[in-house]
């Protein structure tokens, strides 16, 4: 379980979350950053094939069983997304708390902010626009930043066409 992303997966899961090469590959990424390396990366990957699923949920998950002490902060381009990430990680923690040795901080439950027993680590998760600034986190998800929408100048106002979105 200690080993990867996808192992917890699997064994929580009693081998229901599949495990693929391509996956794989975002395991190794965060096993990475687990053990000190500084870590860039950028996933791209067709729709419904798990990078979501692996490296915003599952990877967190095992981070924080891993460096509970941590925090955990996930970004998306709706806070309704980011919020139903956090609400899956938390719900799990609860879950499978004595499995993994992790636990909620009493009264701190919140879909998109929790905190865990015992330590400083936790997690935050926000949508484009939401309140991030001031927060630390040791580790950064942040999934579906940009849409097509944000891409059109229109959907920017200021934005005139050929200018990179930050």
């Known amino acids: 379980m200690d080993r990867s992303p996808g192992a917890m997966a699997a064994v929580l899961t009693e081998e ?13 990424a965060f096993e ?10 950028l996933l791209t990957m067709p729709p419904r094939h798990g990078k979501s699923r692996r490296a915003t949920r599952w990877a967190p998950r095992w981070y924080l069983r891993r460096r509970p002490e941590h925090r955990v902060m996930i970004a998306s381009y709706s806070s309704d997304l ?6 899956w990680i938390r ?4 879950t499978y708390g004595p499995q993994i040795g992790i636990a909620m901080r009493p009264g701190s439950s919140a879909a998109n902010r929790f905190d865990l027993l015992g330590t400083e680590g936790g997690a935050v998760m926000a949508g484009v626009g939401g ?15 940009c849409t097509m929408a944000d891409r059109a100048p229109a959907a920017r106002p200021g934005l005139t066409k050929g200018q990179a979105v930050a």
Not at 91 to 94: E, P
Not at 135 to 145: D, H, I, K, Q
């Open 91 to 94: 719900d799990a923690i609860l």
């Open 131 to 145: 309140g991030l600034t001031g927060r630390m986190a040791c580790v950064g998800s942040y999934t579906s930043l």
């Open 32 to 41: 990475r950053v687990a053990a000190g390396v500084p870590t860039k990366l």
């Open 16 to 28: 229901r979350e599949m495990q693929a090469p391509h996956l794989g590959l975002i395991d190794a």
């Open 82 to 87: 980011a919020d139903d990430h956090g609400r």
